[in-house]
Nanobody, 124 residues
Framework: QVQLVESGGGLVQAGGSLRLSCAAS????????LGWFRQAPGKEREFVAAISRSGGTTYYADSVKGRFTISRDNAKNTVYLQMNTLKPEDTAVYYC?????????????????WGQGTQVTVSA
């Protein structure tokens, strides 16, 4: 089992940057694929980015490609989301999630473990 705790959210102006972190408990962190998702008010939770167990494969939603970067440090049991050139439409609660599968997957039902989320607000 994995417990996930996100941090790094906050209020930023459009064009600014934030770096989200997600710390995981458990000794098998490197056996999980990891993903970042977000949910804006009144909208469904959506995929943002995912990374494979080793960190060698990454996927991004089209809306964040070229602006966001997902990475992981298996020695620190932490996954990161570097967000640059933020836009007001990036405003949402951001969640990290863990998937006990060898493939990198982008759908919310595939992820067994979820953090509580961190709020990101981008002002115009």
């Amino acid at each position: 089992q994995v417990q996930l705790v996100e941090s790094g959210g906050g209020l930023v102006q459009a064009g600014g940057s934030l770096r989200l972190s997600c710390a995981a408990s458990g000794r098998t962190f490197s056996s999980y694929g990891l993903g970042w998702f977000r949910q804006a008010p009144g909208k469904e939770r959506e995929f943002v980015a995912a990374i494979s167990r080793s960190g060698g494969t990454t996927y991004y939603a089209d809306s964040v490609k070229g602006r966001f970067t997902i990475s992981r440090d298996n020695a620190k049991n932490t996954v990161y989301l570097q967000m640059n050139t933020l836009k007001p439409e990036d405003t949402a609660v951001y969640y990290c999630a863990a998937d006990d599968h060898s493939l990198v997957r982008t759908s919310t039902p595939h992820y067994e473990y979820w953090g509580q989320g961190t709020q990101v607000t981008v002002s115009a």
